[in-house]
């Protein structure tokens, strides 16, 4: 029997956003070229996670690993992240987009930091879409940063270590209050999470697909979706109707 109403759509959406150097390098291009075409393609998936219904999009836009990356393609992509906060956040704002930056702002150029805080504070009350940016982010040094405030708190006398619950843990990550991811989209190919939301993704469900980032399109999000759709979640437990 066909369901009597459309299934819900993933209430939080993670990508990682991947695969723009090889779209560049497979059209003789530089790099750069590439990178630059993926704001386009993030453009694109502002407006289609809107139009799906997904409540929470979170995106990979620069990991702490990669500033192993040469000089020259790191500033491009400071650069391209100053460029798209300066063009796109007050339209993001007219949208009602709420904008929240996870991932380390220290050992970030100072103005780009305070452009950061400033697209926090402008969208603060919004309650459209919420637009996660992990930026200079990596779940391993969240959670050895959580592991630290614990053990702070613990020697301070403030919290008994048998307190230390997953809830309790989870409330020192810079996610703390977004729920976990219902699905994560990785384009590009690569099968592999690359230091992303590693105790977020605990029950999310993974779709890889061969698409380089600057190709991504509504049309690869639905795709993303339908696949979803198709997953049958049990969270360690078992159907509903099995039980
Ligand atoms: C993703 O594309 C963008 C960032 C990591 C900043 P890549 O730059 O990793 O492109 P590939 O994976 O080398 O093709
Ligand atoms: C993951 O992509 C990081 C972002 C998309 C920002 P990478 O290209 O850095 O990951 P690896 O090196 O292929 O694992
Ligand atoms: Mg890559």
């Known amino acids: 029997m066909p369901d009597a109403f459309p299934p819900s759509p993933p209430r939080h959406v993670a990508v990682i956003m991947d695969g723009n150097g090889r779209w560049a ?25 809107r139009d799906f219904g997904v409540q929470y999009l ?41 904008i929240r930056v996870i991932g380390r702002r220290d050992g970030l150029d100072p103005a780009i930091a305070q452009l950061l805080d400033d697209a926090e504070r402008l969208t603060a009350d919004n309650d ?3 637009l996660v940016v992990a930026f200079n982010y990596g779940s391993r040094q969240e ?12 020697r301070a006398g403030s919290l008994e270590p048998a307190a230390i619950t997953p809830e309790v843990l989870a409330g020192c990550l810079e996610t703390t209050g977004i729920p976990d991811p219902d699905l994560l989209i990785r384009t590009g190919g690569e099968q ?35 696949d979803y759709h198709g997953r ?4 360690g437990g078992l159907k509903a109707h099995s039980a």
């Open 25 to 49: 390098a497979a059209r003789g291009l530089p790099r750069s070229a590439g990178h630059k075409k993926g704001v386009e393609a993030l453009r694109r998936a502002v407006r289609a996670a």
């Open 58 to 98: 979170t995106i990979y836009s620069f990991s702490s690993e990669n500033w192993a990356r040469p000089a020259t393609e790191v500033s491009f992509l400071m650069e391209l992240l100053r460029r798209f906060i300066r063009q796109d956040v007050a339209d993001l704002h007219r949208e009602g987009v709420k």
């Open 128 to 130: 459209g879409l919420n």
């Open 143 to 154: 959670l050895s940063c959580a592991a630290r405030k614990l053990a702070e708190a613990v």
């Open 192 to 226: 592999r999470i690359s230091n992303f939301l590693l105790w977020q993704l605990a029950y999310t469900e993974f779709v890889f697909v061969p698409e380089y980032w600057p190709d991504f399109d509504a049309a690869i999000f639905a795709r993303a979706i339908a």
């Open 232 to 235: 049958d979640r049990r969270f």
